[in-house]
């Protein structure tokens, strides 16, 4: 086996850090401080060895058993997909100060999950083999059922990691018993081999079946239909951070896994892979928006919407039952989607713990009025929500929406085309309703979401610490929030660039 170490430097940061992480604990206890910047640094070093190595040094390969059976590709593409990984951990570490300012979660173990859970996405993006490929992807997972329940006495957080572990664990047993049927009918494990190979006509049928389980299972990843009832309880019972890094990083990893096997990997039953996308694109999207409508707190609203964002980011593979000819433009519609959609998440989940603090997203009709007492975070909010709606002037997610159904129009999927635009109406109406109640006049008898945080920036000069309102979040915060939307402002004028690196990954 021919292994190229430089190829692995980019794991070897990201795994360093999260061992850095808890040597600093032990040389330092108690102190927040140095554990979150070492943790922060190492991060920075695994996005900048990332882009040095995959962008800088061109196309390696590493553990090959032949020129074209390799598991570990860094290509300039996965490269910078494992750039925006780190960056997410980064930005999910800053938003996690006001957490770790209260000591309810350990800061050592904190940090080293985080870094843990960054290490296999990193690994994720070059995968191609089904081993390396699903055990980057529950080293990504596996960190998170602790982050979510990490909290000391939080029952929510802990009920939220339990139905999060048994969730998971099923649809990892049903990817395991796809990616074992698709061995049995290929007799291959690299995704090159499963491609060329020849299949056997008695074989085809396990191939298929294999196929759609594997899809099946690793949609779990991107809380999509049918596997998709686990998101609400944990996005609402996590601490805000976790939420936020669970709902992007978890969510571009499992996109990446299903591009991996749905295009790569699945090429001789392309037909059949499509087939499937389509059908979880349609249930998800359908499903996310109608429930959406019903949804009372703000958190539970934002994991509903990504249950109908995930039918947006699958159904350009969907359209791959009707054409091969197209499907880079497919690939890069997908993963241009993903690269916008985790900008504007991550921004409305960011505003939430600006506003609020790193516990609990409340009611939606806590923010009622929330443009005149933290403008600023109210208008990070609204370009997400708008983002996500894609309306002006979150351009991002407009021009990723008329990405997709140009896609799906090109390869020949109008039907498909048809079924976003129409979900695509139905989610505008909670988005609107959303930044409605932004600038709707506050309820004076109620206590407003900034006076509570006026309280408890009282509470924080005598000690006892509680993320305030008003534009008074904690640096690191205010800077992940304001990098992130500028991001997503910038790209919104320079979509096609994103696209063009897109159609390279695979």
């Not at 359908?286 to 934002?302: D, E, F, H, K, P």
Request: hydrophobic share 60%.
């Amino acid at each position: 086996m021919r292994i190229d170490q430089v190829a692995l430097i980019p794991a070897y940061v990201a795994a360093g850090t999260a061992l850095l992480a808890l040597l600093v604990d032990l040389i330092a206890p108690g102190r927040r401080g140095p554990v979150v910047v070492a943790t922060a640094l190492g991060m920075a070093g695994t996005a900048a060895a990332a882009i040095a190595v995959g962008v800088g040094g061109g196309h390696r390969t590493s553990l090959c058993l032949g020129p074209d059976r390799c598991s570990l590709v860094l290509s300039p593409a996965s490269a910078i997909v494992a750039g925006v990984f780190a960056g997410l951990a980064l930005g999910a570490l800053a938003l996690s100060v006001p957490l770790l300012r209260t000591g309810e979660v350990p800061v050592g173990e904190y940090c080293f999950l985080l870094a843990a859970s960054l290490t296999g996405a990193v690994v994720l993006g070059g995968a191609r083999d089904l081993i390396t490929l699903i055990v980057a992807l529950e080293t990504l997972t596996l960190p998170l059922y602790l982050l979510v329940g990490l909290r000391r006495g939080a029952r929510e957080g802990a009920s939220a990691a339990v139905t999060f572990f048994v969730v998971s664990v099923a649809s990892t047993a049903v990817a395991l018993l796809g990616a074992a049927l698709v061995f049995t009918a290929t007799g291959g494990l690299h995704f090159a081999d499963i491609a060329a190979g020849p299949v056997a006509p008695s074989a085809k049928p396990l191939l298929e079946v294999g196929v759609v389980l594997l899809l099946t299972g690793l949609a779990f990843k991107v809380a999509a239909v049918p596997a998709h009832a686990w998101a609400p309880a944990t996005y609402d019972g996590a601490p805000l951070p976790v939420a936020a890094y669970l709902s992007t990083t978890s969510k571009l990893g499992g996109v990446v896994a299903l591009v991996l096997v749905g295009v790569s990997a699945a090429r001789p039953v392309l037909s059949t892979s499509g087939l499937a996308l389509a059908a979880l694109a349609v249930l998800s999207m359908t499903v996310g928006n109608l429930v959406a409508l019903r949804q009372r707190r703000m958190v539970r609203l934002l994991a509903w919407s990504s249950v109908a964002q995930a039918g947006y980011l699958l159904a350009p593979l969907g359209a791959l039952i009707a054409a091969d000819e197209v499907t880079p433009l497919l690939v890069a519609a997908t993963i241009g989607y993903a690269f916008f959609y985790v900008l504007l998440e991550f921004s409305a989940f960011g505003a939430l713990v600006a506003v609020r603090g790193a516990g609990d997203g409340g009611a939606i009709a806590d923010y009622r009025g929330l443009a005149r007492r933290s403008p600023w975070p109210a208008g990070v909010l609204v370009l997400a929500l708008a983002g996500l709606a894609g309306l002006p002037p979150g351009l991002a997610g407009l021009f990723a929406k008329v990405a997709v159904v140009r896609a799906l129009l090109g390869g020949d999927a109008t039907w498909l085309a048809v079924i976003v635009a129409i979900n695509a109406v139905i989610g505008l109406a909670y988005y609107v309703r959303v930044g409605a109640i932004l600038f709707a006049p506050a309820q004076i008898s109620a206590v407003t979401p900034g006076e509570a945080y006026d309280q408890a920036y009282e509470g924080e000069k005598a000690g006892e610490f509680a993320a305030p309102g008003g534009g008074r979040a904690p640096w690191p915060v205010v800077t992940a929030v304001a990098v992130a939307a500028v991001i997503a402002v910038i790209v919104g004028f320079g979509p096609e660039l994103v696209m063009r690196a897109a159609a390279t990954f695979g």
